[in-house]
Nanobody, 125 residues
Framework: QVQLVESGGGLVQAGGSLRLSCAAS????????MGWFRQAPGKEREFVAH????????YYADSVKGRFTISRDNAKNTVYLQMNGLKPEDTAVYYC??????????????????WGQGTQVTVSS
């Protein structure tokens, strides 16, 4: 089992920045691949970013590429999502997710068995 707790969400003006954190406990974090997803009201949950267990490989949705950065600190059992240049369309509940096996499709939410409770990000125009 892996338990995940997100933090760092909030209200920010367009163009601003936020850093989300996801603290993990349970099974060995350093061998766990991690992802960030988000869900806006009335929309399906969508992929944001993924990071391998070493941190050497990262993947991003086209909508956030160049603005968001995913990273991890295995010593702290934490994964981060640095969000810069925020836009109103980034408003959503952001979830971190974990898997012990690299997903065949890193953007598919069903391939991550473990999820946090989510943190709200609101970007005002």
């Amino acid at each position: 089992q892996v338990q995940l707790v997100e933090s760092g969400g909030g209200l920010v003006q367009a163009g601003g920045s936020l850093r989300l954190s996801c603290a993990a406990s349970g099974r060995t974090f350093s061998s766990t691949v991690m992802g960030w997803f988000r869900q806006a009201p009335g929309k399906e949950r969508e992929f944001v970013a993924h990071i391998s267990w070493t941190g050497r490989s990262t993947y991003y949705a086209d909508s956030v590429k160049g603005r968001f950065t995913i990273s991890r600190d295995n010593a702290k059992n934490t994964v981060y999502l640095q969000m810069n240049g925020l836009k109103p369309e980034d408003t959503a509940v952001y979830y971190c997710a974990a898997a012990q096996v690299r997903p065949y499709d890193v953007a598919r939410s069903t391939e991550y068995p473990y999820w946090g409770q989510g943190t709200q990000v609101t970007v005002s125009s």
